[in-house]
């Protein structure tokens, strides 16, 4: 095996460590406590032509590969989850069904302003009783001529408040099998839709978390992504990318942790010597580290499967469930180390533990993670 990034990953990672470290982090904090949506990141990340980072040229895309998206949300995330959080389901959530799915009139369409950076990229899936359960989906969409009539609600959906549109699953019929679920692409300026954005979160402030309502929407019916009734398969396959996402999200967390542990470990002076110096840190921090490059090991390898064309659900939920519970537990120890401060808002750490939550619930929960690695493994 080659461990070595290749020189493309490289001068990804250098442009995103430098642009996260001179444009996102500064203002992190402030707009974790104003809840302020980094509007002007996003246009300055348009401008280096990175919305679209894993998707071909022709539609206004980076043409790099996954490892490069992972390597993206990771640097992002390591100063700004909610950076990260928003900047991964853009990409996984909200262009990679269009691009997977989508015909060649709907990626002109729809792709392009999301790579360009003209809209921001969601993914409308969870309702209030179907959310790990996604099959239980209440959203309806009924026929009529030639428009879909869409009625229901969808929450917990990211970047909702800044797109110009997204797809979103409803029940379109029913199967001996159950519910007929489908794909739409909706505007969310459709009459009869509103995008609310009211929830208080424990963390990831400054990214944008909405409920939708749809009242008789109506959109054409070639708005369908993809086929008809296949909406439930199309979105475990959007799932699995997502997962890769959420699991280079939680290294990154876990790294701005780490490092902001090491670097108050060795200037925390106590009984004479910088705590750094006494073994039970050490061990904190060496168990930091060293659980941290395994979690970004197995997001690149889910990441370089995906890139291969090669079935990589096993290893995507693998990588996320490691990745999320190493966030969580780096980020308690993170605490630890900093003492009465960890738990003081001035420092990162107490930011970072909250943020981190989320990457063991998005995109499927631990549980979920578990049930599907189980399946995968014949049990």
């Known amino acids: 095996m080659n461990w070595d990034l290749t020189e493309e ?63 993206a949300v990771e640097e992002l995330s390591r100063v700004c989850a909610s950076t990260g959080i928003t900047y991964s389901a853009h990409v996984s959530l909200g262009c990679s069904p269009l691009y997977q799915f989508g015909t060649e009139e709907q990626k002109e369409k729809y792709l392009v302003p999301l790579c360009r950076g003209t809209s921001m990229g969601a993914f409308g899936l969870t309702e209030a009783n179907a959310g790990s359960d996604a099959g239980g989906t209440r959203t309806t969409a009924v026929l009529q ?29 029913t199967t001996e099998k159950g519910p007929e679920i489908t794909a739409l692409i909706v505007p969310t300026d459709a009459e009869g839709f509103k995008v609310i954005d009211n929830y208080v979160k424990m ?3 400054s990214s944008n978390t909405t409920e939708l309502v749809l009242e008789d929407v ?6 369908v992504l993809g086929k008809r009734g296949y909406g ?3 979105f475990l396959q959007t799932l699995d990318g997502g997962r890769i996402g959420i699991g280079a999200m939680a290294v990154g967390i876990a790294q701005g942790a780490y490092e902001a ?30 659980h941290i490059e395994l979690a970004r090991d197995m997001v690149y390898k889910a990441a ?36 009465g401060y960890g738990y003081m808002a001035d420092y990162k750490v107490e930011r970072f533990f909250r943020d981190a939550k989320l990457t063991e619930i998005g995109e499927g929960t631990s549980e979920i993670q578990r049930m599907v690695i189980a399946r995968e493994i014949g049990c």
């Open 304 to 339: 370089w499967l995906k890139d291969q064309g090669r079935k990589y659900t096993k290893e995507a939920s693998m990588c996320k469930l490691f990745a999320s519970e190493i966030a969580m537990r780096t980020c308690d120890q993170a605490v630890q180390i900093h003492g």
């Open 145 to 173: 001529g030639d428009e879909w009539v869409i009625n229901g609600s969808k929450c917990f959906i990211t970047n909702a408040s800044y797109a110009d549109f997204l797809a979103l699953t409803a029940v379109t019929g």
């Open 218 to 223: 109506r959109v054409p019916k070639e708005n």
């Open 261 to 290: 542990a090491l670097q108050y470990a060795k200037e925390r002076v106590q009984f004479g010597h910088s705590i750094s110096k006494f073994q039970v840190i050490q061990h904190k921090l060496a168990d930091m580290a060293m």
């Open 232 to 234: 439930f398969k199309q």
């Open 9 to 71: 990953q490289k001068m990804i990672r250098k442009l995103m460590r430098d642009f996260s470290e001179g444009e996102v982090a500064p203002g992190a904090d402030e707009r974790d406590q104003t809840k302020k949506f980094p509007v002007d990141i996003f246009r300055k990340m348009a401008d280096l032509n990175i919305m679209g980072l894993p998707f071909p040229e022709k539609y206004g895309g980076g043409d790099a590969d996954t490892i490069s998206f992972a390597i």
């Open 203 to 205: 963390g990831l402030n």
